[in-house]
């Protein structure tokens, strides 16, 4: 790793290597989804919560760049279907574009195991512009994407999904928490970068979430990558600062949950 993308790739970590990075990516394809109907509201809960990176869209890094100063910043690439339409997944957004917005890194799929398998083509070709330009990439290695899939989280599928991914490019590597903590190991030690967990669709309790969390922390995880359900929380910024807890402190999940419920 050269010592500008090094740089880059430490704004999004603590010292010690940990981060959690609130996802608000959502929109470019998603639209306007509840608890984000206020990017720059949601922006400043997070943040005060103590968030270390932010994973966006471009139009939100350029809007919102005053309040994205102190935070690390990742830049979503790829775009597929909205709500408005169905279409292919592809490249959206070039390596200039996530150098202008003053972004530390980039961020693509990386799914192997579906009939769209376009992101397997273009991620290695993002990755490499990327690194002529020291900008680092996070891979969100998924081995079928969020499709209802009997093997979407086998933990050999995603190994595989992860290791791929690294090995096309990837200096960060965001997937699915495998719900076991042995399990989970296995994908860790294969990955040769660090692997943050997703959070996924919003969960209906909210002591099994950090428990899941903080089973994937003992296991290797060096952080999160989480958008509904802190953004969709009645709290974002306690939410965020439950998994700030978690992360850095060596919080458990019993007294991440105590900081989101204090009144429990």
């Known amino acids: 790793m050269s010592e500008l993308l090094g740089r880059r790739f430490h704004r999004l970590f603590s010292a010690a290597g940990r981060s959690v990075t609130i996802a608000m990516d959502h929109g470019s394809t998603d ?37 994205l100063k102190d935070v690390g910043l990742l830049i979503r690439c790829d775009g597929a279907t909205s709500p408005l339409l169905e279409s292919p997944r592809e490249l ?3 390596i ?15 799914i192997p195991g579906t009939h769209d398998r376009t992101s397997t083509s273009y991620f290695p070709l993002l ?5 002529r330009w020291n900008i680092p990439v996070m891979a969100e290695a998924l081995p079928y994407g969020f499709e ?20 096309n490019g990837a200096d960060i590597v965001k997937t699915f928490y495998t719900g076991e903590p042995e399990s989970f190991k296995k994908i860790v030690r294969s990955c040769f ?9 919003k969960t209906h309790s909210d002591k099994e979430f950090l428990e899941s969390l ?4 003992d296991a290797g995880a060096v952080g999160v990558v989480i958008g509904r359900n802190v953004w969709q929380s009645p709290s974002p910024i306690a939410m965020t600062r439950a998994l700030v807890a978690l992360f850095h ?3 458990t999940a019993e007294e991440a949950l105590q900081i989101l419920h204090p009144e429990r």
Do not use: W
Request: aromatic share 4%; glycine share 10%; net charge negative.
């Open 127 to 131: 990755a490499s512009e990327a690194h």
């Open 193 to 201: 970068a660090p692997v943050m967990v997703l959070g996924g669709p």
């Open 92 to 94: 959206t957004i070039g």
């Open 96 to 110: 200039e574009d996530v150098l202008s917005s003053g972004a530390d890194a980039a961020a693509a799929m990386y």
């Open 214 to 217: 903080r089973d994937a922390r």
């Open 31 to 67: 639209g306007v989804l509840a608890g984000f109907e206020d990017p720059g509201k949601v922006l400043e809960e997070v943040i005060a919560g103590g968030a270390d990176a932010i994973l966006t869209s471009i139009g939100i890094a350029r809007h919102f760049s005053k309040q």
């Open 249 to 251: 402190h060596d919080a």
């Open 148 to 167: 209802s899939h009997p093997d979407a989280r086998n933990v050999d599928a995603v190994a595989n999904a992860c290791r791929m991914s690294v090995e």
